[in-house]
């Protein structure tokens, strides 16, 4: 895609383009609501994100966003207004392209045109523009049936695009994609927006892809379902933040991984936790620990977990899951269970249905094993929020020595007794690993390791 070169500075939000107030939607009358008391607010300058499971309404509040449905309770604004009827300021990319086999590309592009009163030469002038403008050029006579998945969706937001929309709505516009294809257009996009390329004064994107919310949106609505609502609003990071792996794009990432995989927890305790915590050192001279919810280590050994990370490596740091399941002969759950015990590390990525490994897992698979052990002791100190607890009680007691059943007795505030154990013995299984601590079974202690900590 052309991108202009004045690569302007973020954009300070603006007046409230469109608004949500107490919207609730049911499908028929006998059943729970789809949406509960949506409350919110698009503003000028600001590139939203709703992200969440699937079924949670996402698309349905994009409808009734659009004007495309009625909520059944409460109502949408349009710069302060009620509105009736489909919505002028957007235009919409869907995750399936939807583009007229029998058109062309500049046909379909301009067909987003037709319903509008633009002179038939503008039209034209547009449509060429919109094409150029997302990297289409010298496809314009080329029919659908031509064109790669990635080209479609380019075609799908060329539609958009035309009618120089106030919003932008995308809904899973990447989903259907491949990997590669679908980072290489969300890269684009963000760059024209970031530039100011786009025609466009705010852009609503709804996605169930976290690492995607993260390196796009300023803000996240983060979604629960049954009923459809936000759960959690999160400040979006800093464009410096977004592309690396910066500490503060992991504790985001790990925030809201929480809140997903914790349907029934209280969203803002969970983001409080991990988002306003400081880094591993200071926090362990903090004060006592009080109880406090935990995030579930998976079930996942150090064996299978470490050789997940070098078998990776050894094929040219990336898999699709059901190629690596196949070669490895694994089911996939169990498969899955070991690349998100990686993902929570920071020694992999999980993106769409493959893992890579990201600089630091290639960095940590031809490691001699001590070599191999100082990083994964960082990294478990860095990511795993009960790991630094048990480290910073260790330190705090005067003989650094604590009770399995003192841990167990913690750990069953946060979990069942049965699961509780469970975790007690990838706990263990890490931590001794990590030679943060050892443990005597027999007498049931976790002992600090000095060699490490002198607290
Ligand atoms: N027209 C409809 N009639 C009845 N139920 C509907 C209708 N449209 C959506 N639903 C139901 O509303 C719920 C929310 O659907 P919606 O498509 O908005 O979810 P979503 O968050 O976009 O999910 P996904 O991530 O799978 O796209 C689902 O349970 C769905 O079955
Ligand atoms: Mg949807």
Do not use: C
Not at 139 to 158: C, D, H, N
Not at 305 to 310: E, I, K, R, S, Y
Not at 384 to 395: G, K
Not at 423 to 435: H, K, S
């Amino acid at each position: 895609m052309a991108t202009t070169s004045r690569a302007l500075a973020p954009k300070p939000p603006g007046t409230v383009l469109l608004a949500a107030e107490g919207v609730r939607k049911f499908f028929s009358n006998d059943t729970a609501p789809v949406l509960e008391r949506i409350d919110l607010e698009l503003r000028e300058n600001e590139f939203v994100a709703l992200l969440g499971p699937s079924g949670s309404g996402k698309s349905t509040l994009l409808r009734i966003l659009a004007g495309l449905l009625q909520p059944s309770e409460g109502r949408v604004l349009a710069h302060g207004a009620p509105l009736h009827g489909p919505n002028r300021q957007v235009a919409i990319v869907f995750q399936q392209f939807a583009l007229f086999p029998w058109l062309t590309v500049f046909q379909n592009v301009e067909l987003g045109l037709l319903a509008t009163d633009v002179p038939e030469a503008e039209r034209r002038e547009r449509a060429l523009r919109a094409i150029d403008l997302i990297g289409l050029d010298g496809f314009e006579e080329a029919f659908p049936k031509e064109l790669s998945g990635g080209m479609k969706q380019r075609v799908g937001f060329a539609r958009a695009l035309v009618v120089q929309p106030e919003i932008l709505f995308m809904d899973e516009p990447f989903s259907a994609l491949d990997v590669l294809t679908a980072e290489t257009l969300r890269g684009e996009l963000r760059d024209m927006w970031s530039d100011s390329a786009m025609p466009t004064k705010s852009v609503l994107m709804v996605t169930h892809n976290i690492d995607e919310a993260v390196s796009m949106a300023d803000r996240i609505l983060v979604f629960g379902a049954n009923p459809g609502r936000v759960r959690v609003e999160l400040k979006g990071l800093r464009a410096a933040e977004r592309r690396d792996k910066s500490p503060a794009r992991s504790r985001l990432v790990d925030a809201i991984y929480q809140v997903i995989t914790n349907p029934e927890e209280d969203a803002e305790q969970l983001v409080e936790q991990y988002i306003a915590r400081t880094p591993a050192r200071q926090r362990r001279k903090a004060e006592p620990m009080r109880p406090r919810r935990y995030q579930a280590l998976p079930d996942v050994s150090i064996d299978d977990l470490t050789g997940f990370v070098q078998y990776l490596w050894g094929i040219g740091n990336s898999g699709t899951l059901s190629d690596l399941a196949r070669d490895l002969q694994m089911r996939g759950e169990v498969l899955i269970r070991i690349a998100e015990a990686t993902d929570l590390l920071g020694f992999a990525d999980i993106q769409e249905r493959s893992v890579y490994l990201t600089p630091l897992g290639q960095r940590f698979a031809p490691l001699e094993l001590d070599a191999q052990k100082t990083l994964f002791r960082h990294a478990v100190l860095d990511h795993l929020s009960l790991m630094r607890e048990i480290v910073h009680r260790l330190e705090s007691s005067a003989t650094h020595v604590l009770l399995a059943e003192e841990v167990l007795a913690e750990l069953e505030t946060s979990f069942t007794r049965a699961e509780a154990r469970r975790q007690f013995e990838t706990l263990i299984d890490w931590g001794r690993y990590a030679e943060l601590f050892s443990y005597d079974d027999v007498e049931g202690e976790l002992r600090l390791d000095e060699e490490h900590f002198n607290a």
